[in-house]
């Protein structure tokens, strides 16, 4: 039967709505090393589907995997394909499992949905190890009446295990992953295709180069135009091996166990080592349908590609206050690599487009090792104290590499630089209260914290000298209600950015306006016994005080060495007490912004 579909593809974890004929699905993951492949997996299909049978799909089955001793797992992708919206629940050996990634597509003449699921079991797949594993609980038996009218009832599974072993040659393996429908649903005569570009190859040998891959919903019997075909070096050839004819690629397969009844999948590896030689640099794999409806899961390729792989990183970035010199640390690493990186390789920074430096590797790099090292750099005048330093490896100042490489698009890293200078600051202005007493006054400045600052992000503290300022030591706590003994006093403040500022401002104290308490009872009970008067005493030191009664005679005269007038009065005929009643002060202060005497009244009360 012929089976209809206009799709969605699935790329890099996003679903795109797509009227193409052919759309590439994308590189998962590379792999460099001497690594290899190999895939496991199983139909639920009782037989082949068609638009009568099977009834049912079976809701578990079985796979063995068989390395060799000496073969070590490094990666196992488990998917999990069929009808329907998609089984997010099932178990592999008993062990529950989730899909990392859900893919659909939606097609046929029906508008049917269809799904593939995904999930990295490599820890799991470590531990087990070889034997048997069953895929179980999962039942799609429920959309099996709906899809059997147009015979796209399916389920089925696959592993991919990437196994190294030190025995192989060095090779590359790409990994493209997404879900892409090869679709029949074209005007007639037009063939549906889809193309993979392999670049950046750099071939030492074509020994054990092939190419395998999984795909869902093939039947074996509906041969047109299915074809798998490799281009190199200006040729393209046809892949065919016993199990897949050149016309009928999708024919439910399994060229690892030679199985022909892995019905409505396909998990077919061939070889392309007659069609690929030395020196070759990319590569394309063309696969395409002309009636069959196919869903292409997975591709993989293994490649004896001999290169390096040059990376870099930049880290602990380190400069003096007030300097343009930098010193900061590097790694150039050779990790997901098939070849050493040879010594002397160049390393180049920038600022922006312009080099300001270049460095060389100082050793051979082995496949998987790195090397450390570090540079000072002098930073031009003409770039801003906050850039974005750019360090390229194997670039030897031009922009572009000197060597080919695995990977032509990771040599580079970069990171945000902010050189350090002393903090700007505000000026701030001396601060005046009035003087309690010998000078000494109380002041509140935590407003300059903020106020001194140019910067929000600047640090602000206080300190009574300038060494304490410099070593940042025994900062001034109480800044709301600082006393001063004696002022002028000079206040010191520390702006931090990680450079640092000290600047000064100063504690003035002046004579304010004394106030008078002008009741007095000198009966020894502590509270006014004798005429106060708030803010004179050491404050105005020169003052001259007189008292008179009401008749104009002078009883007494006060001054800052005398104390408080108590009702005593000098020279007194009879008594030398005065009586209750009202009396009157002159008041002079004998200060220069007080030039004129203070008078008032005082009531005495004994």
Request: hydrophobic residues 35%.
């Given at each position: 039967?012929?089976?209809k ?44 589907n ?22 070590r ?7 999990w ?7 997010t ?59 059997i009218?147009n015979?796209t ?12 072993n ?6 590359q ?20 295709y ?14 054990g ?9 093939g ?5 047109e ?12 050839n046809?892949?065919?091996?016993p ?9 439910g397969?399994?060229?690892?166990t ?20 030395p ?17 292409l899961n ?14 870099i990183i ?6 003096e ?41 100082q ?5 998987g ?10 930073i ?9 330093l ?15 490489e ?28 009035c ?28 300190h ?6 410099v070593?940042n ?17 000079e206040i ?16 003035l ?36 005080l ?22 005593y ?20 202060l ?6 004129e ?10």
């Open positions: 039967m012929l089976k579909l206009s799709y969605i593809l699935f790329i890099s974890h996003f679903f795109i709505l797509t009227t193409c004929y052919g759309q590439d699905i994308a590189l998962y993951t590379q792999i460099n090393g001497r690594y290899d492949f190999t895939f496991i997996g199983n139909t639920l299909n009782p037989s082949e068609t638009n009568f049978s099977p009834t049912f799909l079976f809701t578990e089955s079985s796979a063995t995997l068989n390395l060799a001793p000496d073969d797992i490094e990666r196992a992708y488990l998917y394909a069929g009808s329907g919206p998609g089984d629940n099932i178990k592999l050996n008993g062990v529950d499992f989730t899909p990392d990634l859900l893919s659909n597509v939606v097609g046929t003449a029906n508008n049917f949905t269809y799904f593939s699921a995904f999930k990295d079991i490599t820890s799991f797949v470590q531990s087990t190890g070889n034997g048997v594993y069953t895929l179980s609980d999962f039942d799609l038996n429920s959309y099996v009446s709906t899809y009218s015979a009832h399916f389920a089925g599974w696959a592993i991919l295990v990437v196994y190294e030190h025995n192989l040659t060095l090779n393996l790409n990994i493209y992953q997404g879900l892409e429908a090869l679709s029949p649903n074209r005007p007639l005569g037009i063939i549906d889809m193309t993979i570009q392999l670049d950046n190859l750099y071939l030492i040998s074509n020994t180069a092939k190419i395998g891959f999984i795909a869902w919903e039947d074996r019997f509906i041969q135009s299915e074809r798998l075909s490799f281009s190199a070096n200006g040729t393209t046809i892949l065919s091996n199990l897949n004819p050149s016309n009928n690629a999708f024919n397969t399994n060229t690892e030679n199985s022909t009844n892995l019905y409505n999948m396909d998990l077919d590896v061939y070889s392309i080592e007659n069609y690929i030689v020196g070759t640099t990319s590569a394309t794999v063309s696969l395409q349908s002309g009636q069959d409806y196919v869903m997975t591709v993989v390729t293994k490649l004896n590609s001999q290169l390096p792989d040059a990376t930049l880290e602990n970035p380190v400069s206050c007030n300097s343009r010199e930098l010193t900061i640390d590097f790694t150039v690493s050779n990790l997901n690599s098939t070849e050493v990186l040879q010594a002397n390789t160049p390393i180049t920074f920038y600022i922006g487009t312009e080099p300001i430096a270049t460095t060389y590797t050793s051979i790099i082995p496949i090792g790195s090397e450390n090292g570090t540079i000072t750099l002098s031009p005048n003409s770039f801003p104290l906050n850039f974005t750019i360090a390229n490896v194997d670039d030897s100042g031009n922009g572009s590499g000197i060597r080919p695995l990977i032509e698009t990771n040599n580079s890293f970069q990171i945000e630089i902010e050189l350090t200078v002393s903090p700007i600051f505000n000026n701030l202005e001396p601060i005046t209260t003087n309690l007493g010998l000078t000494r006054g109380l002041f509140d400045f935590s407003g300059y914290s903020e106020l001194v600052k140019t910067n929000p992000n600047h640090v602000v503290s206080f009574e000298n300038y060494n304490d300022a070593q030591i025994n900062p001034i706590t109480n800044t709301s209600n600082y006393e001063a003994i004696a002022t002028p006093k010191f403040v520390r702006i931090d950015n990680g450079c640092f500022a000290v600047t000064s401002f100063l504690l104290t002046e004579n304010c306006p004394p106030t008078v308490y002008n009741a007095v009872s000198p009966n020894n009970d502590f509270s006014n016994d004798t005429f106060f008067i708030e803010g004179l005493r050491d404050v105005f030191v020169n003052f001259e007189l008292i008179y009664n009401r008749w104009g005679k002078h009883l007494w005269t006060g001054n800052n060495n005398k104390p408080d007038w108590d009702g009065v000098e020279d007194g005929i009879g008594s030398t007490l005065a009586p209750d009643g009202t009396y009157y002060y002159i008041l002079y004998n200060d220069p912004n007080y030039p005497p203070l008078t008032g009244y005082l009531y005495l009360n004994r």
